[in-house]
């Protein structure tokens, strides 16, 4: 079967380091997308990465290890305008694309 | 800077009723895509398009929600009748080569 997992809620400081992660078990896999999703709002691109590696842009940092099946994006100086849910998103192959439940992440000041 | 563009963003409609959502992809992207989220989780496909050709309905439930793009441009999911449990957010997306998706701003449905 294809399973996406990821932390239900997670809570940090403003100014502070988060690393959200994301475990994918899949049929197949051609690339793994993080996307940025505000409360009633809809899911907006932040990275994609299908190489093992990070891939960084900004204050956001996204990491692959495709033998683990492992993702984890890496949010820096957190602002409160970062509380969101995060989206871990695996494309399977062709056109297929599945999506994981979402981290709710909450910054405080 | 191009966006999907979706409506209504926001229908209330009453059970059995049927209601339709209509989505403009980004101009050129060849691959659409109609999910259903309900509160607190990930988007589920329900359609996917590639031009006017469906790829994916495995998870639309055809007894009652319908999906067409005609002319492989704009899109229109429609639901008859309408259930309680209908009651989500509708997004949809669009890809250029069935890779990053750029979502619309999504269809508020409420089912009284």
């Known amino acids: 079967g294809q399973n996406i997992d990821q932390p239900t809620e997670m809570t940090a400081t403003e100014g502070a380091i988060v690393q959200i992660n994301c475990t994918y078990q899949?049929?197949?896999?051609?690339?793994l997308f993080w996307y940025q999703q505000h409360a009633g709002e809809a899911p907006t691109f932040l990275s994609y990465?299908?190489?093992?590696g990070l891939e960084e842009k900004g204050r956001f940092s996204s990491f692959l290890s495709r033998s683990k099946g492992y993702s984890y994006l890496l949010l820096k100086e957190l602002q409160m305008k970062d509380s969101a849910s995060y989206l871990c998103a695996v494309n399977t192959g062709g056109f297929k694309t599945i999506f994981g439940a979402g981290t709710r992440l909450f910054v405080k000041a | 800077e191009a966006e999907v563009a979706q409506s209504p963003r926001y229908k209330i409609t009453e059970k059995s009723q049927a209601v339709a959502f209509w989505c403009d992809p980004i101009s050129g992207h060849a691959t659409l895509y109609w999910y259903r989220q309900i509160l607190g989780q990930g988007p589920e496909l329900l359609v996917q398009f590639q031009d006017e050709s469906v790829v994916d309905d495995s998870q639309l439930p055809k007894d009652r929600f319908s999906a067409e793009r005609l002319k492989g441009v704009d899109s229109t999911l429609k639901i008859q009748p309408a259930e309680l449990g209908d009651s989500a957010m509708y997004l949809c997306a669009s890809s250029l080569q069935g890779k990053t998706q750029y979502f619309g701003p999504g269809t508020r449905l409420l089912v009284l």
């Open positions: 899949t049929s197949g896999f051609n690339g």
């Open positions: 990465n299908v190489l093992d």
